[in-house]
């Protein structure tokens, strides 16, 4: 199989998961480890973006982008958001409740597929995935100063609640996904 652009960079985007735990966990590295793992987290997240774009603007979606650009998402913030666990940062029971969310969703996903239904993303996702993107950098940065720790904390708790609304939103509007097929 031949891979566009947008399958590279999402390839890509899983691939850089290794250096950003590595550089955020690996003892020793300090400030500056925290530095390149910001660095490649918003590479990576920018690399979200622009296959999206480039799918859509040059028609070229597939099959293996539709599937792995949600999953690679899921795995670099998800990953991100462990790590943020181990190093004090993030509380367990927040990633408990997003990571939850999105097998919720991907169960839903896949019981519509099944029907032959495609449910789109949403606004709600879309600003979810954003929230969660700008709450890791800012928590991988970690700055010691009184107002950026409020900061850190209002963006956490935004993107909770916006992980929350999103997936009522989604379950809301495809309720009929789980009513039996006859």
């Not at 999206?52 to 999953?71: E, Q, S, W």
């Amino acid at each position: 199989m031949k891979m566009n652009l947008p399958n590279k960079l999402t390839i890509l985007r899983v691939i850089l998961i290794i250096p950003f735990v590595i550089c955020l966990l690996v003892p020793g590295l300090g400030a500056a480890g925290r530095y390149v793992s910001a660095a490649i987290f918003i590479i990576a997240s920018l690399t979200d973006l622009a296959d999206g774009k480039i799918a859509r603007k040059h028609n070229l979606v597939t099959n293996f982008g539709k599937f792995m650009d949600p999953l690679a998402d899921k795995l670099l913030v998800g990953s991100a958001m462990i790590c943020l666990v181990e190093t004090g940062e993030l509380a367990a029971w927040i990633v408990v409740i997003i990571i939850a969310r999105e097998f919720i969703i991907s169960g839903f996903r896949l019981v519509a597929s099944d029907n032959g239904v495609v449910i789109a993303a949403s606004y709600w996702g879309k600003f979810k995935t954003v929230s969660q993107m700008v709450m890791v950098i800012l928590l991988i940065l970690n700055f010691d100063h009184p107002v950026y720790q409020i900061v850190c904390a209002v963006i956490t708790y935004i993107a909770l609640v916006l992980t929350v609304i999103s997936l009522v939103d989604y379950v809301w509007k495809n309720r009929n996904v789980l009513k039996e097929q006859k």
